[in-house]
């Protein structure tokens, strides 16, 4: 598996759950979050044991672990783009909060903040926030009507 040194925990996705190789380079990363506390292993699991047909390459707890689901080298079924989700690695991230502000805690911040600096020194992303969809970070909102991440992240 093709993942972060960050990752303390794996889960691996459910083989049905995601899409074998890429066709496209890695030059992007997507940010989510899980709508509410449940924790990395416990999002990765329902993700792998559930029939939702959803995934991401990582999982964010609010206690900061980082948890890998989907290999890097494989396209997660995250964002609801397929576009999107072979060029960006996706990230859920735990809230500790709920609507309307949807925060996160201060170490799950400090867990993405330094996943996405270990992702772009691996991947040469140079960090890009535009709020288009083109960006080198981008959100799931920009791919489908939802309000995730939220306004905190």
Not at 28 to 56: L, P, Q, Y
Not at 121 to 127: E, S
């Amino acid at each position: 598996m093709s993942k972060s040194s960050l990752a303390t925990v794996t889960i691996p996705a459910h083989e049905g759950n995601y899409t074998k190789g890429r066709s496209k380079k890695i030059e992007a990363i997507t940010i989510h979050h899980m709508a509410g506390d449940i924790g990395a292993v416990r999002c990765a699991k329902n993700h792998r044991d559930g029939n939702r047909e959803a995934s991401a390459n990582y999982y964010i707890g609010s206690d900061g672990t980082i948890c890998a689901g989907v290999s890097e080298d494989r396209r997660a079924w995250t964002s609801s783009s397929p576009w999107n989700d072979q060029r960006a690695i996706t990230i859920e991230v735990s809230n500790n909060s709920g609507a309307p502000n949807w925060t996160v805690s201060d170490k799950a911040y400090l867990a993405l903040i330094n996943l996405c600096v270990d992702i772009c020194k691996r991947y040469g992303i140079v960090p890009a926030y535009d709020g288009t969809r083109n960006a080198s970070f981008t959100e799931h909102r920009m791919f489908v009507a939802t309000l995730c991440p939220g306004p905190y992240l």
